[in-house]
């Protein structure tokens, strides 16, 4: 919308630069300016710059609508490219705002995770812990047995090797002791009671 009035604006200057140029410019007209100028002097002076208020009239009042119409889109444009400006400002501030927001909870949940972790590993090594616990309860468990089961062979070992030895001495003093008067006394003794039995 604001493009034909710029348009149209443009087109007038355009028409009437050449006959702006022309009544300025024109050797013929300066000339003719010269030569009446002494005959009417005073009067002549009077009528140019009236010619060119005319002019400079004629010239706003033919750019007065385009230039309102040019300046007041060009306005509205730059109200338009403002308010674009701030509502992307305001776009930007808010993201801004939502990556700091990110960032804080990203350093909280970081926290949680490295206590959530440290947690974790706490739990682990109590568990291990438990389970070393456990096992090394079951080997001292299992030693305990085996060494139930040599103590008891032991003993047994050791009461069968005492019964040895112990009949073996009582055997040694036997024969010390006993002479050989006794084991015929014993030997008499031992046939006469066979003897009554029969």
Known sequence: MSSMPQIGMKGRIRRLLPGLA?????????AAAEASEDRWGLWFGAGRFFNLLLVV??????????????????SES????LAEAQKARREAEARLAEMEERMGRLDEE???????AEQQAQD????LEGQAEREAEKVLERAREEIAGMTRAARIELQRHTAELSVQLAEEKIRREISEEDRKRLFEGFV???GGRA
Do not use: S, W
Not at 78 to 81: A, K, P, T, W, Y
Not at 110 to 116: C, V, Y
Not at 124 to 127: D, F, G
């Open 57 to 74: 009239a004629v010239v706003v009042m033919a750019a007065r609508k385009p230039l309102a119409a040019f300046f007041a889109g060009r």
């Open 78 to 81: 730059i109200r338009e490219q």
């Open 110 to 116: 970081l926290r949680a995770l490295r206590a959530e």
């Open 124 to 127: 682990e090594y109590r568990r």
């Open 192 to 194: 006469n009671r066979l």
């Open 22 to 30: 022309a009544l300025l410019c024109c050797p013929a007209v300066l």
